[in-house]
C-alpha cells in the first residue's frame, strides 16, 4: 500500500523567512496531493493540492511542487507570519475512487518573532 | 450547511469499557474517513467507507475496534474492551464521490481511557 515519508517533523523559522516542507510517496500510482494544516487544538483543513498532471501551483505566499519521476513534492511558505504556526500534513492518493488518502507524520511549524 | 459533525467531543471511559463514536458527514458525501490521532501525532488512518463497496478495513489496530455505516451516511466506530493506549482523538471525514476532492474534518471526539 502506499506509503507517505514527511520531514522535518519539526521546523523553526524567523517571521518574513520561508519554510519547505518535503514528502515523498511510494506507489507510483498516486495522482493526488493535498496538504492539510492543523492549528492546535483544531481539525485540519484543506490549503492546498496538487493532482499529477500538473508540476506546481501557486495561492498567494503558498506553492506547491511535484515531481512524478522522483516521487517527492514540497510545500513552499513565503514571507511567514506568526499565524502559519500550526502542524501541516501531506497525504497522497491513488485515482480509483476506491482508494483511501494516507497522510504523512506532520510537520510542526514555529514561526520565531 | 453543516460541516462534519462527531459525537461526542469528550469521552472518559474505563479500562475494559465499550465505547462507540458517532460521525455524520456532510449530506451527499459518499466517501467516509477515519483517522486516530495521539497526543502530538499525526494522522493515523483507520477504515474507509465509499459508497456501497466493501469498506477498507485494513488500518484497523486490532479486532477490538470496528466500524460500520448505516445508509450510506452516519457512521459509528466502536472500540471494545478498551486500553489506555486507545486514548486518542478520533477524526472523521468526509468527502464526494468524485476522484480527487477534498475531505472535510469533524471536529473530533478526544477518547480518554482510565
Known amino acids: 500500500g502506499e506509503n507517505v515519508e514527511q520531514h522535518p517533523s519539526t521546523l523553526s523559522v524567523q517571521e518574513g523567512d520561508s519554510a519547505v516542507i518535503k514528502c515523498t510517496y511510494s506507489d507510483s500510482a498516486s495522482n493526488y496531493f493535498p496538504w492539510y494544516k492543523q492549528e492546535l487544538g483544531k481539525r485540519p483543513q484543506l490549503i492546498i493540492d496538487i493532482r499529477s498532471n500538473v508540476g506546481e501551483k501557486k495561492d498567494q505566499r503558498i506553492a506547491v511542487t511535484l515531481n512524478k519521476t522522483a516521487k517527492h513534492f514540497s510545500l513552499h511558505i513565503t514571507e511567514t507570519q506568526p499565524e502559519d504556526s500550526a502542524v501541516y500534513f501531506c497525504?497522497?492518493?491513488?485515482?480509483?475512487?476506491?482508494?483511501?488518502?494516507?497522510f504523512g507524520k506532520g510537520t510542526r511549524l514555529h514561526i520565531l518573532p | 450547511g453543516a460541516g462534519v459533525s462527531q459525537s461526542p467531543s469528550n469521552k472518559v471511559t474505563e479500562k475494559g469499557k465499550d465505547v462507540e463514536l458517532r460521525c455524520d458527514p456532510i449530506s451527499g458525501h459518499t466517501a467516509l474517513y477515519w483517522y486516530r490521532q495521539s497526543l502530538g501525532q499525526g494522522l493515523e488512518f483507520l477504515i474507509y467507507?465509499?459508497?456501497?463497496?466493501?469498506?477498507?478495513k485494513s488500518g484497523l489496530p486490532s479486532d477490538r475496534f470496528s466500524a460500520e455505516r448505516t445508509g450510506g451516511s452516519v457512521s459509528t466506530l466502536t472500540i471494545q474492551r478498551t486500553q489506555q493506549e486507545d486514548s486518542a482523538v478520533y477524526l472523521c471525514?468526509?468527502?464526494?464521490?468524485?476522484?480527487?476532492?477534498?475531505?472535510?474534518f469533524g471536529q473530533g471526539t478526544r477518547l480518554t481511557v482510565v
Open positions: 497525504a497522497a492518493r491513488r485515482g480509483n475512487r476506491d482508494d483511501k488518502i494516507i
Open positions: 471525514a468526509s468527502s464526494l464521490a468524485r476522484m480527487n476532492t477534498e475531505a472535510f
Open positions: 467507507f465509499q459508497g456501497n463497496s466493501a469498506p477498507d
